[in-house]
């Protein structure tokens, strides 16, 4: 095959392949927007293009900032840091631990914000680490790896519970669970769990701030790809 | 070349020492075929925002709906559809769109062009 970079999975419909090198858009092309939903309909407004970046991954804002967002570049392997009140942006830093590999595309993939670190997926590298930042969203620490993998396991994006613990959708059905300390547990689900791309715990009563909502990217039958959806662990 | 064999590697999950955990899971919706459903967020009234780069929009789900719908909030002008979605003041979300290349999957060794996006 010509490309040089993907995963094959085991489905009922027999062997896919995802091609991470082609998940990319055009130089140019991506744009950063905000939308408000307090208005009906959202008011949405066209902050900036990004002339030199082709994948804006995982977006984070900055918490105690209402202007700065945080975004990874599994391209590159860096951060890049935007302004949305100025439309202003650039690379905010950069490190070995967020880069692609010769076998993986994709390197830092997820970001979240919590107690003054940016926490991160390596889809490549196959790690999940953190590094210090502060208010203005710059690196101020070495970052470090909190976890590896589990065999047979490829890390996407992820959530943080209100107990440090990181939540992490990764491919082909699993979540994740990574205590502080770097222990993880694995869920596994193949009829709920269908390449889980993504997560966020819900807002609101106990209830929902227990809830964990996971975006499944889908499943191949045949040609199609099947069963896209959002799906709720009771964590 | 990297080619990994996803079947073959639960067996060593096991053997690893990873733990393994149970909970319930229930599904919320589902979305028509060919959509690869990539982010989400949660607005401050709980209600989902979703989006897939397989379409320029964003979508709004109730989870606590008896027969939970999408609804679509806002379909962008250009774009082949949102990558990132964070919030960054009280229920106001920066979103980042692009127009991809494609997304390109190789079905046994033919490639299969499940959204291919000219522009």
Same mark, same amino acid.
């Given at each position: 095959?010509?490309?040089?970079?993907?995963?094959?999975?085991?489905?009922?419909?027999?062997?896919?392949?995802?091609?991470?090198?082609?998940?990319r858009a055009l130089l140019?092309s991506l744009?950063?927007?905000?939308?408000?939903?307090?208005?009906?309909?959202?008011?949405?407004?066209?902050?900036?293009?990004?002339?030199?970046s082709t994948i804006f991954?995982? *977006? !984070?804002? +900055? #918490?105690?900032?209402?202007?700065?967002?945080?975004? @990874?570049?599994? /391209?590159? =392997?860096?951060? &890049?840091?935007?302004?949305?009140?100025?439309?202003?942006?650039?690379?905010?830093?950069?490190?070995?631990?967020?880069?692609?590999?010769?076998?993986?595309?994709?390197?830092?993939?997820?970001?979240?914000?919590?107690?003054?670190?940016?926490?991160?997926?390596?889809?490549?590298?196959?790690?999940?680490?953190?590094?210090?930042?502060?208010?203005?969203?710059?690196?101020?620490?070495?970052?470090?790896? *909190? !976890?590896? +993998? #589990?065999?047979?396991?490829?890390?996407?994006?992820? @959530?943080?519970? /209100?107990? =440090?613990?990181? &939540?992490?959708?990764?491919?082909?059905?699993?979540?994740?669970?990574?205590?502080?300390?770097?222990?993880?547990?694995?869920?596994?689900?193949?009829?709920?769990?269908?390449?889980?791309?993504?997560?966020?715990?819900?807002?609101?009563?106990?209830?929902?701030?227990?809830?964990?909502?996971?975006?499944?990217?889908?499943?191949?039958?045949?040609?199609?790809?099947?069963?896209?959806?959002?799906?709720? *662990?009771?964590? | 070349?990297?080619?990994?064999?996803?079947?073959?590697?639960?067996?060593?999950?096991?053997?690893?020492?990873?733990?393994?955990?149970?909970?319930?899971?229930?599904?919320?919706?589902?979305?028509?075929?060919?959509?690869?459903?990539?982010?989400?967020?949660?607005?401050?009234?709980?209600?989902?925002?979703?989006?897939?780069?397989?379409?320029?929009?964003?979508?709004?789900?109730?989870?606590?709906?008896?027969?939970?719908?999408?609804?679509?909030?806002?379909?962008?002008?250009?774009g082949t559809?949102?990558w990132?979605?964070?919030?960054?003041?009280?229920?106001?979300?920066?979103?980042?769109?692009g127009s991809m290349f494609?997304?390109?999957?190789?079905?046994?060794?033919?490639?299969?062009?499940?959204?291919?996006?000219?522009?």
């Amino acid at each position: 095959m010509k490309f040089c970079c993907y995963i094959s999975i085991q489905t009922d419909g027999g062997e896919i392949v995802w091609d991470f090198a082609n998940t990319r858009a055009l130089l140019g092309s991506l744009t950063v927007w905000t939308v408000n939903f307090g208005t009906s309909p959202p008011t949405v407004k066209n902050i900036t293009r990004i002339a030199n970046s082709t994948i804006f991954n995982g *977006i !984070a804002a +900055v #918490p105690g900032s209402t202007k700065l967002i945080l975004a @990874a570049d599994s /391209d590159i =392997g860096a951060v &890049w840091r935007v302004n949305i009140n100025s439309g202003a942006y650039s690379i905010a830093f950069s490190d070995p631990l967020f880069a692609n590999t010769a076998t993986g595309i994709l390197g830092i993939n997820g970001i979240r914000i919590k107690g003054g670190y940016l926490y991160f997926t390596n889809s490549a590298q196959g790690i999940f680490g953190r590094v210090p930042i502060d208010g203005e969203g710059s690196k101020i620490g070495a970052a470090e790896v *909190i !976890a590896n +993998v #589990p065999s047979g396991v490829v890390y996407d994006d992820f @959530a943080i519970d /209100d107990g =440090g613990n990181t &939540w992490i959708a990764s491919h082909p059905n699993e979540v994740v669970e990574v205590t502080p300390n770097g222990n993880q547990r694995i869920i596994t689900n193949t009829t709920l769990l269908l390449n889980p791309t993504n997560s966020v715990f819900g807002r609101g009563n106990l209830k929902e701030r227990k809830t964990l909502y996971v975006t499944n990217g889908g499943w191949f039958v045949g040609n199609d790809l099947v069963n896209g959806s959002v799906v709720a *662990i009771s964590t | 070349m990297f080619r990994l064999t996803l079947l073959a590697a639960f067996a060593l999950q096991v053997t690893l020492g990873d733990a393994t955990k149970v909970l319930p899971i229930r599904n919320i919706f589902t979305f028509p075929i060919n959509t690869f459903v990539e982010n989400i967020a949660v607005r401050s009234n709980s209600h989902l925002i979703v989006a897939s780069p397989s379409v320029p929009t964003l979508f709004t789900i109730d989870p606590s709906a008896p027969s939970p719908d999408a609804s679509v909030a806002h379909t962008f002008p250009e774009g082949t559809g949102p990558w990132g979605i964070t919030e960054i003041t009280s229920d106001k979300f920066v979103v980042v769109t692009g127009s991809m290349f494609s997304l390109v999957y190789l079905f046994y060794d033919e490639v299969l062009l499940l959204h291919k996006y000219p522009n």
